[in-house]
């Protein structure tokens, strides 16, 4: 039996990458998928990509730092499908610059993108999950929200923010049959590293014990298992995946 059959799943900025990777495996596992991206076309892409693999989809566009436009979106799923049992904040940005040179603006937006978007769509799943008593949460941190990055202040106070939301939060519902996990990507090959200079990915493949950079598939499969009932004894926990980058 597919571990997600009969679930639906809602994951954020699924527009492309590794969104869109988790959006298509839940769906392959059997998960009716929302997907929603500030760009209109990359959530309607996704959406016909979960439709095509014979599952129900819905394509929702919005800012997923508002908190109205995050209850918005989630209540168009809660009003078709009844429920959402699986989340996966994933959507993310990055504004990198030193910080005597960050302007306040870059840090508000990382902030409210990567950890006010958390909070608003945990703060729209979590009544429904808990009265249910069944959920599934996973919230896409990063290993620089572990470790730190120079030019990157802004960013890892998001992903790690993102952690101290996990942990709390697994203890808020625990008992109502909801997990809450975070997965701590480290760097992984993606449209973004393909494009730096190969000089940089060579450092960069240099700090990873592993000695290559992570794939999407590794993500997504830390993320299906944190999704799946053989999970539900495990919350509040940040699976990492970084090729042994930090322990």
Known sequence: MAIAEGRVALVTGAGQGIGRAIA???AGEGADVAVTDVNPSGAEEAAAAVAAAGRKSWALTGDVSDFGAAREMTEKVLQDSGRIDILVNNAGITRDGLLMRMKEQDWDSVLAVNL????????????????RRWGRIINMSSVVGVMGNA???????????????TKSLAREVAVRGVTVNAV??????????????????????QQIPAGKLGQVEDVVAATLFLASPGAGYITGQVLHVNGGMYT
């Open 151 to 165: 030019g990157q202040v802004n960013y890892a106070a998001s992903k790690a923010g993102l952690i101290g939301l």
């Open 116 to 131: 006010k978007g958390g909070f608003n769509f945990c703060r729209a799943v979590v009544p429904g999950m808990v009265k």
């Open 184 to 205: 701590a990507p480290g760097f992984i090959d993606t449209a973004m590293t393909q494009a730096l200079p190969e000089k940089v990915r060579m450092a960069l493949q």
């Open 24 to 26: 298509l495996a839940l």
